[in-house]
Every structure is written in structure tokens, then in C-alpha cells.
Nanobody, 120 residues
Framework: QVQLVESGGGVVQPGGSLRLSCAAS????????MGWYRQAPGKQRELVAG???????NYADSVKGRFTISRDNAKNTVFLQMNSLEPEDTAVYYC??????????????WGQGTQVTVSS
């Protein structure tokens, strides 16, 4: 069984920063692509940033230059550093990872979500 556990959400003023973390645990053989998605009230879930196992990254246009995704493969953890936060960044942020279990099955896993609120 595989689990993704997120941490680091909270309330921050516009222009502030937050760092999200997501740790994968359980019966893991390999972790491939990892990413962060977000869903604001009344909107569809959208990709914020993604990172491959080799470290290649991609970002939504709305966060380029403000957010940075990184990962620690030794700790099965992915991070999202969010700077210059704007009220429009308010959403529930979800971690996602493509993982092969020790049994050999490949699956797409999600964290439980962490709330990020940007408000003065």
C-alpha cells in the first residue's frame, strides 16, 4: 500500500511565501513523475507544477517565476516553494505521484490535500 502525506499549507498575506511538502511511503519500488495540483472553489483541478524522476520540471503559466518544484529522491519527497503569493493562488493543493509498487503494479496516487489561503 502506498500513501502520500502533504504538509505546509496555511494562511498567508499577499506577497508572502509557503513551502509545501509531500512524502510518499509504503510498498514503493520506483517513483516516476511527481506533481502538485490545485483546486479552487467552483473550479476544476489544475496542474500547478510537475517534475520527472530526472529532475525536469514544468509549470502552469500562472505560477512561472513564483513557484519552484523540487524533489528528494532519497526521501521520496516532493516540495513546492511558493513565493509572491496572490489571492488567486488560494486553493486546496494536492500532491500526485506515479509509483510502481514492490509487487510491480503501476499506479497514480494522490495526497489528501492541504489548504492554502492567501488573504490580507
Amino acid at each position: 500500500q502506498v500513501q502520500l502525506v502533504e504538509s505546509g499549507g496555511g494562511v498567508v498575506q499577499p506577497g508572502g511565501s509557503l513551502r509545501l511538502s509531500c512524502a510518499a511511503s509504503g510498498s514503493i519500488r520506483n517513483i516516476y513523475d511527481m506533481g502538485w495540483y490545485r483546486q479552487a472553489p467552483g473550479k476544476q483541478r489544475e496542474l500547478v507544477a510537475g517534475i520527472t524522476s530526472g529532475g525536469s520540471t514544468n509549470y502552469a503559466d500562472s505560477v512561472k517565476g513564483r513557484f519552484t518544484i523540487s524533489r528528494d529522491n532519497a526521501k521520496n519527497t516532493v516540495f513546492l516553494q511558493m513565493n509572491s503569493l496572490e489571492p488567486e493562488d488560494t486553493a486546496v493543493y494536492y500532491c500526485n505521484a506515479n509509483i510502481r509498487s514492490r509487487r510491480g503494479s503501476l499506479g497514480d496516487y494522490w495526497g489528501q490535500g492541504t489548504q492554502v489561503t492567501v488573504s490580507s
